[in-house]
């Protein structure tokens, strides 16, 4: 009997926490997987508009050049998605691989169709690109702009990543038979004495419960630092657009770095002569002809990212910011639309109700139906009117006097997720060394759309700031760690 009793508690305990744990572990992976499909929509529209300006006014070199495109965006798709992929070798790649195309068909058009020494010539261009340096500053400051924000993004997606891997290691956490034997007094021992109906005392269910998850709380702090991260992970990648401006501004790095190369065409042309030893005869002149000017300076490139923040947008890039929307398998807004924002906003606000998960998690356990605190409870030896014992604190230091569960050791599996939890904080920490210095969020939770109409918030869809008195802000959710 007293078998199938423990088999039954701890059955049943380990279900009771899963199904607390189960919304927290919804919340990561389905945001993971948001997160990634808003990454993937913008590199595909930050791709097209890229090409629509190759094939609309770099016509000559388009359809030689999509293919170093693709490369490109697929690059910045695996960095991403956590590849060891560099952003900064990736934009360089791509230039230097534009470069001999640019050569042969902007800076000096027909060259290579005279010359039987094409393939050496390109490959002496490609090799010899930012020694040249024809397109000036723009590479390196694309691959920086690009870089950081970015970096952000992917971070966070192996942050998220890592979370999943806290949750799934505590899931189904192994209870001591110290532990099972606390349950079976707590839940089934009244039953010997015909007691169906009494409940535990709270006090009593809490000892039970901080001694049986006294490994698990000690994931408290480090969670709370984690949860503090993606918060500000998350500001550094969607605020002020960053992200999505980033992308967008591919388009307008590209553009002015043709131009340069261009309107620096002889200088190039000279250079090259002596760099890779090849005659190419009189230089085509200083000017691109027709199309290749008039409409490409119609396109300017976007402000640095650095002045996003204190400078407005300007109208063509908040047109454009207007039309990345997308929905998300995650339950919708009440205007059915998403950008990189409002993702990131919902997320945010959800996520404040679980910083303290791991030291509330005997308190949820021993919340509702499962206990009383009235004039009669169990106590774990009789029906008295209020539990007399020691209420114990979190952790495993505070079970030293815990009356009802010894601790005797922590568990090895936990302590090895508490060590690598750590671990990559602090990595994440040396890594983005100025997160905790950015600006904050001053949108955040303010109840409105990226078109500045108010929404309806009700505390079902996550709206609602956690109950510990901590704000909407970011600044607010910083502060609270």
Request: charged content about 20%.
């Given at each position: 009997?007293?078998?199938?009793?423990?088999?039954?508690?701890?059955?049943?305990?380990?279900?009771?926490?899963?199904?607390y744990?189960?919304?927290?572990?919804?919340?990561?992976?389905?945001?993971?997987?948001?997160?990634?499909?808003?990454?993937?929509y913008?590199l595909?529209?930050?791709?097209?508009?890229?090409?629509?300006?190759?094939?609309?006014?770099?016509?000559?070199?388009?359809?030689?050049?999509?293919?170093?495109?693709?490369?490109?965006?697929?690059?910045?798709?695996?960095?991403?998605?956590?590849a060891?992929?560099?952003?900064?070798?990736?934009?360089?790649?791509?230039?230097?691989?534009?470069?001999?195309?640019?050569?042969?068909?902007?800076?000096?058009?027909?060259?290579?169709?005279?010359?039987?020494?094409?393939?050496?010539?390109?490959?002496c261009?490609?090799?010899?690109?930012?020694?040249?340096?024809?397109?000036?500053?723009?590479?390196?400051?694309?691959?920086?702009?690009?870089?950081?924000?970015?970096?952000?993004?992917?971070?966070?997606?192996?942050?998220?990543?890592?979370?999943?891997?806290?949750?799934?290691a505590?899931?189904?956490?192994?209870?001591?038979?110290?532990?099972?034997?606390?349950?079976?007094?707590?839940?089934?021992?009244?039953?010997?004495?015909?007691?169906?109906?009494?409940?535990?005392?709270?006090?009593?269910?809490?000892?039970?419960?901080?001694?049986?998850?006294?490994?698990?709380?000690?994931?408290?702090?480090?969670?709370?630092?984690?949860?503090?991260?993606?918060?500000?992970?998350?500001?550094?990648?969607a605020?002020?657009?960053?992200?999505?401006?980033?992308?967008?501004?591919?388009?307008?790095?590209?553009?002015e770095?043709?131009l340069?190369?261009?309107?620096?065409?002889?200088?190039?042309?000279?250079?090259?002569?002596?760099?890779?030893?090849?005659?190419?005869?009189?230089?085509?002149?200083m000017?691109?002809t027709?199309?290749?000017?008039?409409?490409?300076?119609?396109?300017?490139?976007?402000?640095?990212?650095?002045?996003?923040?204190?400078?407005?947008?300007?109208?063509q890039?908040?047109?454009?910011?207007?039309?990345?929307?997308?929905?998300?398998?995650?339950?919708?807004?009440?205007?059915?639309?998403?950008?990189?924002?409002?993702?990131?906003?919902?997320?945010?606000?959800?996520?404040?109700?679980?910083?303290?998960?791991?030291?509330?998690?005997?308190?949820?356990?021993?919340?509702?139906?499962?206990?009383?605190?009235?004039?009669?409870?169990?106590?774990g030896?009789?029906?008295?009117?209020?539990?007399?014992?020691?209420?114990?604190?979190?952790?495993?230091?505070?079970?030293?006097?815990?009356?009802?569960?010894?601790?005797?050791?922590?568990?090895?599996?936990?302590?090895?997720?508490?060590?690598?939890?750590?671990?990559?904080?602090?990595?994440?920490?040396?890594?983005?060394?100025?997160?905790?210095?950015?600006?904050?969020?001053?949108?955040?939770?303010?109840?409105?759309?990226?078109?500045?109409?108010?929404?309806?918030?009700?505390?079902?869809?996550?709206?609602?700031?956690?109950?510990?008195?901590?704000?909407?802000?970011?600044?607010?959710?910083?502060?609270?760690s």
């Amino acid at each position: 009997m007293e078998e199938s009793y423990q088999f039954a508690v701890k059955k049943e305990t380990q279900h009771n926490i899963h199904s607390y744990s189960y919304e927290l572990e919804h919340l990561l992976s389905g945001h993971s997987d948001a997160f990634q499909d808003m990454f993937q929509y913008l590199l595909s529209f930050s791709q097209g508009h890229l090409s629509s300006l190759l094939e609309g006014t770099y016509s000559s070199l388009s359809r030689h050049a999509l293919p170093h495109v693709n490369q490109l965006f697929s690059s910045l798709s695996h960095y991403l998605r956590g590849a060891n992929v560099s952003v900064d070798a990736a934009v360089h790649q791509f230039f230097n691989n534009l470069f001999p195309l640019v050569y042969t068909r902007l800076i000096n058009p027909g060259i290579d169709g005279s010359m039987t020494t094409a393939n050496e010539m390109s490959d002496c261009l490609r090799m010899t690109r930012q020694d040249v340096n024809p397109f000036g500053p723009h590479p390196a400051v694309m691959a920086q702009a690009l870089a950081g924000a970015l970096g952000a993004g992917r971070h966070l997606g192996l942050a998220l990543e890592e979370g999943l891997g806290v949750m799934n290691a505590t899931e189904y956490v192994s209870l001591s038979k110290e532990c099972v034997r606390g349950l079976v007094k707590m839940v089934y021992c009244s039953h010997c004495r015909g007691l169906t109906l009494i409940k535990p005392c709270v006090g009593y269910c809490l000892n039970v419960m901080r001694g049986c998850l006294a490994s698990v709380s000690e994931l408290d702090q480090p969670w709370r630092r984690y949860s503090t991260l993606l918060e500000q992970l998350t500001h550094a990648m969607a605020g002020h657009h960053s992200l999505e401006l980033a992308l967008l501004g591919v388009r307008g790095y590209v553009n002015e770095a043709l131009l340069y190369a261009q309107l620096h065409g002889p200088l190039i042309t000279a250079t090259v002569d002596k760099v890779c030893g090849l005659s190419t005869g009189e230089p085509t002149g200083m000017q691109p002809t027709g199309p290749e000017v008039t409409t490409s300076t119609v396109t300017s490139s976007p402000p640095h990212p650095s002045a996003a923040p204190s400078q407005p947008l300007p109208e063509q890039w908040l047109g454009q910011l207007a039309h990345l929307r997308s929905s998300f398998p995650l339950k919708p807004s009440k205007n059915n639309k998403h950008s990189l924002r409002t993702l990131s906003r919902e997320f945010l606000m959800y996520l404040q109700r679980y910083k303290s998960f791991f030291a509330a998690l005997p308190e949820m356990l021993c919340e509702g139906e499962n206990v009383v605190d009235e004039s009669t409870c169990w106590s774990g030896e009789d029906v008295v009117e209020s539990y007399t014992g020691r209420v114990v604190g979190n952790g495993l230091h505070a079970q030293r006097q815990n009356p009802e569960v010894k601790v005797r050791t922590p568990n090895p599996s936990l302590a090895e997720v508490k060590e690598r939890l750590e671990r990559f904080n602090q990595e994440t920490e040396e890594k983005f060394p100025k997160l905790g210095q950015m600006e904050t969020w001053d949108e955040l939770g303010s109840g409105e759309t990226e078109e500045g109409s108010t929404t309806d918030c009700d505390d079902e869809d996550g709206c609602q700031a956690s109950g510990d008195g901590h704000g909407q802000t970011c600044k607010g959710a910083l502060a609270s760690s």
